[in-house]
């Protein structure tokens, strides 16, 4: 098991609206109860301290209402953008010849146990490529919080529909099997996947409607629509791509998902099919947010998505889904 080390820690769809008169009768009644409230906050007080659960005028929200699945510190465009986030990052081998369903792969964790359980991710890569292709995600990712799982594939001409499967196969060793299944919140589960993994990520989704969040990266599939999805995705595609051209992949793949579904399509700028397999800020960036965003429901990483990120020197275009569910 090795140590790594960590660098800076630093339009959409609407929504129903009430009637004004209705907006006002809400209003009223909660300055009715808010002052309800702080009387009872103010008779405790009296009494030798709040009643349980109370909290006086103008205080700290109480734990209560704290999400218990954030991780780490407040975002900022610079700690999403860094190479490394604030966690310390352990890794460890699994070989092809101790699982069954998949290649094997590596695992990327938070050494630190103190804040509890974490999301997961399982990533596969792209046709005749290996876990190294997409090696650079892991650390990245696992220092922001999160157990990933970079997998080498059973062969490496395996098709989109098999590598779904091997992608949940992962997920299941990951959290039942493996050396660090007690650090995972098993209910918390993500797949991302670059070209023929990408196809593979919507299979898996498909597959398994309980996962929190999908992210194929200049995917490839024969299959272009996707009704089915329930799992919050974004489509990562790139504007020159000549293997998988957005026109025939990554768009309607984006545009057949449901309506009702939280999702995004981001287009990269002078990009190509192969820029996954490289480190990349963009990719990360967004990546890092939607994964904080559906499978920690980390609101916190919502403000990188919403309003919907403009064209830049790296993005071509973005479309999606806002405010988020």
């Not at 999702?263 to 963009?282: R, V």
């Amino acid at each position: 098991m090795q140590q790594l080390s960590t660098g800076d820690s630093s339009a959409g769809r609407s929504r129903d609206r009430l009637p004004s008169r209705t907006r006002s009768a809400s209003r009223s009644r909660t300055r009715t109860w808010s002052a309800v409230l702080t009387a009872g906050a103010a008779t405790a007080a009296l009494f030798g301290g709040l009643v349980p659960g109370a909290q006086a005028a103008g205080g700290a929200p109480g734990a209560a209402a704290a999400n218990p699945y954030e991780r780490g510190p407040d975002p900022t465009v610079s700690s999403i953008e860094a190479a490394r986030g604030s966690y310390a990052v352990s890794q460890t081998s699994v070989s092809s010849l101790v699982v069954s369903g998949f290649g094997g792969g590596t695992i990327y964790y938070p050494t630190s146990t103190a804040d509890g359980t974490f999301g997961a991710v399982a990533i596969a890569p792209g046709f005749t490529a290996t876990q190294s292709s997409m090696a650079w995600l892991g650390p990245r990712l696992a220092s922001q919080g999160f157990v990933v799982f970079t997998i080498d594939t059973n062969s490496t001409l395996d098709q989109p529909d098999s590598r779904g499967r091997q992608l949940l196969a992962a997920l299941d060793y990951l959290t039942r099997s493996s050396s660090v299944r007690t650090r995972i919140d098993a209910a918390r589960l993500g797949v991302m996947g670059h070209s023929m993994g990408g196809g593979g990520t919507l299979e898996a989704a498909k597959s398994r409607t309980s996962l929190k969040a999908a992210i194929p990266l200049t995917g490839w599939n024969t299959d272009k629509s996707w009704p089915e999805l329930r799992t919050p995705t974004l489509v990562v595609g790139a504007d020159g791509d000549t293997v998988a051209p957005v026109a025939t992949h990554s768009e309607p793949f984006y545009e057949s998902l449901p309506g009702s579904l939280d999702k995004a399509y981001l287009e990269l700028n002078g990009a190509t099919h192969f820029t996954p397999n490289s480190s990349n800020t963009t990719i990360a960036k967004y990546s890092i947010s939607w994964l904080k965003r559906f499978i920690d429901d980390d609101t916190r990483f919502e403000q990188f998505l919403c309003p919907l990120p403009r064209p830049s020197l790296t993005i071509e275009e973005y479309r999606g889904s806002c405010p988020l569910g």
